[in-house]
């Protein structure tokens, strides 16, 4: 008898599971192309941080210093170079090579067999991600794609001749080699993927692999958590954590003001930017944490402010990040604009950093509106900060 139950139990496990797949693959095909890649690109970034933890776990990191001045500002590990490969692989076995991946990492050539580049993960959580053990058969997000229907008319069209993906596979290599001294430092690292649409973010994805919500016997959630977005539906994964987290009174009574800024970049600038906060009391404290991913989740989460320094931000730093503050503050009616009221510059080329000709020249200040801030300097002396 116990057989049998547990026989037709297995049974209609089978039946659901079928019919789960047989409604992914219904959404699937009325997606548009940035639904797709966005659904595709959340699993990803999962299969990433399972790859990150299984390196974690394993103490080789096999680290390398990119940095050609000889200071250890631009290390790579085997993690950074395996969750890259993961990704840019998966995307272009789904999407065609004619989809253009711009990563941080320099990876070996494309017909380079997956499976030839480093052991597959053993997680059991990348298995669920895909498939099999193949890295190209990722299962897309059903969430993701079950949002498709408020996908803008202007954003459904777009060609994939005018799409880039950029790809940061672990924002905050530097917490991440660190960690065995300091675990809690895990926290700042993130997997970032952005989606840009003629030189405009409109879809970012960051992975944060050791969140630490849904705590387990190690403080760490098992599976990470993943916070989306798409320009014109919304950003999400963090609503319920913002909520949660929501800041403390102070013993004044008043609500702390807190900027995060960067822990290894720090510039002169940087200082004047703060010291303008603190002096005009829009901000009561400074939080010095790496990684762009994380400082922009600190923001959607409660931080009032983000001071970036430019030079050290390339755009798969902050193609991910500006997409989930355009998203969160288009819901909220709020836009990115600098202190002229113009855009914030677009996304061209493979290595410039976020700032650069007339904007360096000008020290822009690129704020996001609806209580969601970034600055890269100072306004003007008596100009009042838009916030």
């Known amino acids: 008898m116990c057989a049998f139950a547990t026989g037709n139990r297995h049974l209609r496990d089978d039946r659901r599971r079928r019919s789960e797949q047989i409604e992914k693959e219904m959404l699937w095909d009325k997606a548009c192309l940035l639904t797709r890649l966005v659904a595709s690109s959340v699993r990803l970034s999962e299969a990433a941080g399972a790859i990150i933890k299984d390196i974690m776990k394993s103490g080789d990191l096999k680290i390398v210093n990119k940095d050609q001045t000889g200071q250890m500002k631009d290390l790579q590990t085997e993690a950074d170079r395996s969750a890259q490969i993961c990704i840019e692989r998966s995307l272009r076995a789904k999407f065609g090579e004619n989809l253009k991946i711009i990563g941080e990492e320099d990876i070996a050539p494309p017909s380079t067999p997956f499976q030839t580049l480093q052991p597959l993960p053993s997680s059991h959580h990348f298995h669920i991600i895909f498939n099999d053990s193949n890295a190209t058969t990722a299962v897309p997000s059903s969430e993701v794609l079950s949002s498709d229907e408020r996908v803008p008319n202007e954003l459904r069209s777009i060609e994939m001749k005018d799409v880039v993906v950029w790809v940061d596979p672990l924002d905050g290599t530097s917490e991440f080699t660190k960690s065995k001294e300091n675990p809690a430092l895990l926290r700042q690292v993130t997997v970032l993927i952005g989606i840009t649409h003629k030189g405009r973010p409109v879809a970012g994805i960051v ?133 002229s009221g113009r855009r914030p510059p677009k996304f061209r080329g493979r290595h410039p950093p976020i700032c650069e000709g007339s904007a360096a020249r000008n020290r822009s200040c690129w704020s996001m509106n609806a209580n969601l801030s970034v600055w890269a300097s100072p306004p003007p002396s008596g100009s009042p900060f838009p916030f």
């Open 207 to 339: 992975h944060q692999p050791y969140y630490e919500g849904q705590q387990t016997a190690d403080g760490l959630a098992p599976n990470g958590r993943t916070i989306w977005s798409i320009v014109g539906v919304g950003t999400f994964g963090h609503q319920k954590t913002a909520q949660q987290n929501a800041n403390v009174p102070s013993a004044d009574g008043q609500m702390p003001r807190v900027a995060v800024t960067t822990a290894s970049h720090h510039t002169e600038l940087v200082q004047k930017a703060l010291d303008a906060l603190v002096e005009g009391k829009l901000i009561s404290e400074i939080e010095r944490v790496g990684g762009a991913g994380f400082k922009v989740l600190r923001c959607l989460e409660g931080a009032t402010a983000y001071v970036f320094a430019s030079r050290g931000c390339k755009k798969w730093d902050t193609a991910a990040p500006e997409a989930l503050l355009l998203a969160a503050a288009d819901k909220q009616r709020g836009s990115a604009r600098d202190r």
